[in-house]
Each structure stands twice: as structure tokens, then as C-alpha cells.
């Protein structure tokens, strides 16, 4: 039984990740567009990707007004280098809670805007920072893809790779075969005259530049000489804990059935149709983020599997089936020791716009040492996309620098 507890998903806009899995050969199929179930403590609406759960017209322009302005402001932020936007120096200083404060009217708006930070950064509105976010918001492709009102999901479709996200991985130490050294954690990274030196407490290798594509906050866990700005001992990783159940039917219904909770009581935020093709049993997934998964921890196993279940209870009434589920999976990433959270780090007010480090960092490493996590991407930040493209902009570097160097240190062939 194949279980995605990290990334899962993939759509043709994401055309680094898609050309990979096409260049690899990995397989994908499609899951067609379902319902959308927003359930609240007034009670349960159904609707489509392209609606909202209300008839008040008052509320459809609060809720149109405040994601188009997101999405306006987002347009204004050069996505390579973000600090250099108009306003970054104020938007930096703010938080996404001081610009919802100051911009939604309704209390059913603001649940949906802060469970939309809550989904996308797995923190807090009062925890990001305003320019990183909508920083975000602009390579997530805008507000509106994704909140609850989602054209793209309608139109484009969402894909799982055959196997699980997993497979896409497996397929890559395949073709690298025993150049991949797995279960040997690197403690040490040290700029030498001539390359760099990696150590870790089982050998130490030398080679002519290092790629570092973990997060930001796991930095620390690697002794790095030159050191790395100390500002970024201040980006912090989301809280999230993804949790799975398996039915005997899929009694939520056919199709990608999406589900958005916000109910006292309810720890999770954000969930889906998690069946795949090959698992003898239908799926259904959902997400613990921001403040709630930090509480969550507090809650035994048991407690969070019986929230979830009365959650699909209360969203599909159905609880003589939802009570009773086969099996029940969950991964709390910020227990992953060299990861730390998810989906990716998040920047609080301040620290974008210092000394614009990260940008100095991202494309004038530390000596030879280059930055490739999802935080350095400057398109699909977060997710698998942003990791791809991450990857290939430092492998363009290190190939840039590579080059450099033989061609100094071999000037006959250059006369050749």
C-alpha cells in the first residue's frame, strides 16, 4: 500500500517538476474535479471549485476584494528579488494579521484568509511576515488558484505520479546508483583553496562545490566555513502533521473531494480524496497545521484519529462509516530531524529585507558552497516544483563555476 505523507500532488503548470517526471519516465493520472465541502460551526456547504459557500453579496466582495488585493500587491514584488519591491521595507515590517486587520470585514472572510496562510505557510497570520508571504502568494500563482474558489483545479486537473511522489525519487537513485550515499549525515562543509571539504563522522570527501538543499533552520546542524549570515538563524519552519485514513468505501463521494474545516474542536485545517490506483482501500487525507499541530502534539494517536474520523462524520454524515476506518496513518514533519516542518520555512517580519542576505546568498554563495532548498526557488516555493527548480538554478551554478575553474587552470586548450 503506497502512502504520500510528504508531497503528492503535480499539475502542468508546474513545468520543471512535469518535464522531469517526463524525462525519468514516470507515470501520472489524473483526478478528476470533485466537490468542494467547507464545514463550520453554523454547518456544512457544498459547492464547486469556481463558487463560495454564501449568497451575501456583501461577504462575495469581501472575500473577491481581499484576494484580488493580494494578488495586486503580489504582482509589485520582482520574484528574483523580492526586497527590491516599492514597498518592501513597510510590507516587511508587517504582518499578514496586520494586513487582514486592516483589510476584511467579515469574520467568515477572515477565517478563510487566515486558514489560507495557515494551509499555505503552516504557520500563523501573526507569525509571517506581509512581503514574504505575498512573495508566496505570487509563485503559488495568486490568491484566488489558492483559496477556496480554485478555477485551476476545475480546469487544468490535479495529477498523482504511479507509486506515490515517492517513486519519482526512487527512479532518480536508480539512475545515480552508488553514487548516492544514503544514512551518512554531513556535520562539517569547509571551503579549501582548491574545492571544498565534506565531512561526515563516517568519511569525509572532497569535492569542487557543495549543493545544500535542506532548510534554512537545519543550517545550524552543519558546522559551515565561511559561516552564513546570521540572519538566517531567524527563518522558521512551519508546524504540520499530514494524517491518513482508509475505508472499506469511499463514502465522501467520486472525484477530488476537498475539504476545508473550521469548528472548535476540529485540529485540522485542509483535506482530500487520497485513493490511489493499486491501494485496495479508498483514502482520505488532511492536514494539522500552524498553531493547531503544535497543539495536536499534546493530543495522543488515538485523539487525533478519533477527531478526524468525527470531522468526516460531520462533513458527509456519515459517521457509521466514518467511525470505523481500517487504518489510520500520520507524519509529523517537525519531528523529521534534518527537515524540521513543512512545507517549507517560513520568514518572519524583518528578515527578507536584512542586508538583502538571502539574495547574496542565493546567487553569490559562501565560497563554494550553494543554496537549494524550496526557500531559495524563486518559482513553486514550498513545493516539489520550487525544489526542482532550486536544483537546477544551483546545478547551473555549480557548472558555471566548475568551468571557470578548469578553463584558468588549462589556458593551452583554450589557444586550441
Known amino acids: 500500500m503506497v502512502s504520500d505523507q510528504g508531497a503528492s500532488l503535480c499539475v502542468p ?5 512535469w518535464q522531469l517526471m517526463k524525462d525519468v519516465g514516470v507515470k501520472v493520472w489524473q483526478q478528476p474535479p470533485g466537490q468542494t465541502v467547507y464545514v463550520t460551526e ?9 463558487s463560495l459557500p454564501t449568497w451575501n453579496p456583501l461577504v462575495r466582495l469581501d472575500h473577491y476584494n481581499v484576494f484580488s488585493t493580494m494578488d495586486r500587491l503580489a504582482n509589485q514584488i520582482p520574484p528574483e528579488e523580492p526586497w527590491e519591491a516599492p514597498s518592501a521595507q513597510e510590507w516587511d515590517s508587517c504582518t499578514m494579521k496586520d494586513f487582514f486587520d486592516r483589510t476584511v470585514w467579515f469574520k467568515s472572510v477572515r477565517r478563510i484568509t487566515d486558514a489560507f496562510v495557515r494551509v499555505l505557510a503552516c504557520a500563523e497570520p501573526e507569525e509571517v511576515s506581509m512581503l514574504w508571504f505575498l512573495w508566496l502568494v505570487g509563485q503559488t500563482g495568486g490568491g484566488r488558484w489558492a483559496t477556496l474558489v480554485n478555477p485551476a483545479a476545475a480546469s487544468d486537473g490535479e495529477y498523482r505520479v504511479n507509486g506515490g511522489m515517492q517513486n519519482l525519487c526512487k527512479v532518480l537513485v536508480e539512475q545515480l546508483g552508488d553514487r548516492v550515499t544514503l544514512n551518512c549525515p554531513v556535520t562539517k562543509v569547509t571551503n579549501v583553496e582548491d574545492g571544498v571539504l565534506v565531512a561526515s563522522n563516517k568519511a569525509t570527501w572532497k569535492a569542487k562545490a557543495v549543493v545544500l538543499a535542506v532548510p534554512p533552520p537545519c543550517y545550524s546542524k552543519i558546522s559551515l566555513s565561511p559561516a552564513l549570515p546570521e540572519a538566517f538563524h531567524h527563518i522558521t519552519m512551519g508546524h504540520v502533521c499530514k494524517c491518513t485514513l482508509y475505508y472499506k468505501t469511499n463514502f465522501w463521494g467520486n472525484g477530488r473531494v476537498q475539504l476545508f474545516t473550521d469548528y472548535p474542536g476540529c485540529p485540522f485545517i ?15 487525507t488532511a492536514f494539522i497545521t500552524g498553531r493547531k499541530a503544535t497543539e495536536a502534539k499534546e493530543m495522543t494517536k488515538q485523539q487525533r484519529k478519533n477527531a478526524f474520523c468525527q470531522c468526516l462524520a460531520r462533513a458527509f454524515t456519515s459517521e457509521s462509516e466514518a467511525m470505523q476506518p481500517l487504518d489510520y ?11 524540521g516542518g513543512g512545507f517549507g520555512a517560513y520568514f518572519p517580519p524583518g528578515v527578507l529585507t536584512c542586508d538583502r542576505m538571502f539574495g547574496r546568498c542565493r546567487y553569490d554563495p559562501t565560497g563554494r558552497v550553494f543554496l537549494a532548498g524550496v526557500e531559495s526557488a524563486t518559482c513553486g516555493y514550498g513545493s516539489m516544483e520550487g525544489a526542482v527548480w532550486a536544483g537546477n538554478r544551483a546545478a547551473e551554478q555549480v557548472i ?4 571557470q575553474v578548469a578553463d584558468v587552470s588549462c589556458p593551452e586548450e583554450e589557444q586550441k
Open 400 to 403: 558555471a563555476v566548475v568551468s
Open 329 to 339: 496513518v500520520e507524519k509529523n514533519w517537525n519531528e523529521e530531524e534534518y527537515i
Open 13 to 17: 503548470a508546474q513545468s520543471m517538476l
Open 42 to 50: 453554523d454547518g456544512v456547504w457544498r459547492f464547486t471549485p469556481t
Open 270 to 284: 485542509y483535506g482530500f480524496d487520497d485513493t490511489l490506483p493499486g491501494n485496495k482501500f479508498p483514502a482520505f
